[in-house]
């Protein structure tokens, strides 16, 4: 059985963590504490009973979290055949990591970013393997979400870009090829245009959150409207997006105005503390609004 190392065990990890157990990967998940972890395996527990109720699952949960092992360093990589890092989006961090796999991981193993900005060719400059780096962008909720853009460093070889694509088919996912490394890649420069757009709007008093996602899901078909979507995010990694890709040259896909930066200030950062743009019971579900 291949054997993964997923680094970051919060809203991305673990769902990361999860979709390959659930492939049937051995997956080990390691992050800065124990609590965290712990609170990540709950969650997964959580999301694949409720996958199961519904008959989603090929195996039972039992089985797939018993692929699952929690870890407390890097040493683990020594033996993995692939590593995704998924750590929060500070570069001088992923920097920092990318140096530690690359010491301890086999030299054949390719290191992925699930960076949502951070050019690739970047990260992959802290390895003695640049070829084998690549960015394989998952979405969230991982295990809801269909997609991972698979994205080719300058470096990145044709090969390891295949790899990648064909392991984000194995997790039953659908690859979209990234073939320059551009901050943001391709996904988030397009979504980024348009929440830039809205949350500049809402700023003005001149629409409510809700009534843009209403807008943008009847209006132009989308599932779920901007607001929502970055609510599920988490405000603060939707606000070091926007400050990444200032820092990164794009700065006119980042909002204009400070309303996202003023509502993590407040603690407000979407459904994970239950208020964001909208509010939520404890239980996760979406409060009528006032
Ligand atoms: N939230 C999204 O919808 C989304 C979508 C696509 C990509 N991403 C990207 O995925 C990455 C993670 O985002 P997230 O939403 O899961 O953030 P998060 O804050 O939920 O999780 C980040 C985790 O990284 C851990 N961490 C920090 N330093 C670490 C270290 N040195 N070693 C191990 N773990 C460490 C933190 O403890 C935390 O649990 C970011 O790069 C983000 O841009 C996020």
């Not at 990318?98 to 010491?103: I, T, V």
């Not at 003005?204 to 078909?221: A, H, N």
Request: net charge neutral.
């Amino acid at each position: 059985m291949e054997k993964i190392l997923v680094v970051g065990a919060g809203f991305m990890g673990s769902g990361i963590a999860q979709v390959s157990a659930h492939a049937g990967y051995q997956v080990h998940l390691v992050d800065i504490s124990a609590s965290i972890m712990e609170k990540a395996l709950r969650n997964i527990r959580w999301s694949m009973e409720k996958l199961e109720e519904k008959g989603l699952l090929n195996d039972p949960a039992e089985k797939v979290l018993g692929r699952i092992s929690l870890e407390e360093d890097l040493s683990c990589a020594s033996r993995v055949d692939w590593v995704i890092e998924a750590v929060l989006e500070e570069e001088e961090v992923k920097r920092r990591i990318f140096r530690e796999l690359d010491r301890v991981a086999p030299k054949e193993t390719p290191l992925a970013t699930n960076t949502s900005t951070i050019p690739v060719t970047r990260l992959a400059e802290n390895t003695s393997r640049p070829e084998r780096v690549l960015g394989l962008h998952f979405f969230g909720p991982v295990p809801l979400m269909g997609l991972v853009e698979v994205v080719k460093g300058e470096k990145t070889s044709q090969d390891v870009f295949a790899r990648g694509i064909a392991f984000v088919r194995s997790l039953g996912k659908i690859p979209v090829q990234v073939k320059r490394d551009i901050p943001g890649f391709v996904m988030n420069r397009i979504f980024s245009a348009a929440f830039r757009e809205a949350v500049d709007l809402v700023d003005q008093g001149i629409v409510t959150p809700e009534d843009v996602d209403v807008g943008m899901r009847l209006g132009y078909g989308w599932n779920a409207g901007p607001f929502e979507i970055a609510d599920n995010a988490g405000l603060d990694t939707v606000a070091r997006v926007g400050q990444t890709m200032k820092a990164l040259g794009a700065g006119h896909l980042a909002p204009g105005s400070d309303l996202i930066e003023r509502m993590v200030a407040k603690g407000h950062l979407g459904r994970k503390t239950r208020r964001g743009f909208y509010r939520y019971s404890p239980d996760g579900k979406r409060l009528p609004s006032a």
